[in-house]
């Protein structure tokens, strides 16, 4: 299984209802039919980012979900494609999914 890590800037979401750590997987999971499960959260840096770490059993599947969900739907009245970077993680490091003109080292 791979692992996806999702990170939101609270600074950036017009809701930033602590609810989203178990919202957003939820639903992920749901939207997926199982391909994504919950794999915990954390709050990171300064800013308290809300880190998402999800496991996957198909990662193709499981990117085209995320990237919908992000785009395209509101969770908890949140625009989530101002607020996330999306990373698969690659060892000890993690490659940048989204937005796709990410540019910097992600880091959690």
Known sequence: ????????EPALLTNPDADMRYALPHLLAERSGGVIEDDGYDYVGP???????????????????????????????????????V??????????IYPANWREEFVI
């Open 87 to 96: 990373a698969v993680q690659l060892g000890d490091k993690f490659e940048v």
């Open 1 to 8: 299984m791979d692992t996806i890590v999702i990170k939101l």
């Open 47 to 85: 800013s308290k980012a809300l880190v998402l770490y999800l496991m996957v059993r198909d990662l193709e599947q499981a990117k085209k979900c995320i990237s919908e969900v992000i785009v395209n739907v509101r969770v908890l009245d949140n625009d989530l494609g101002r607020a996330a970077t």
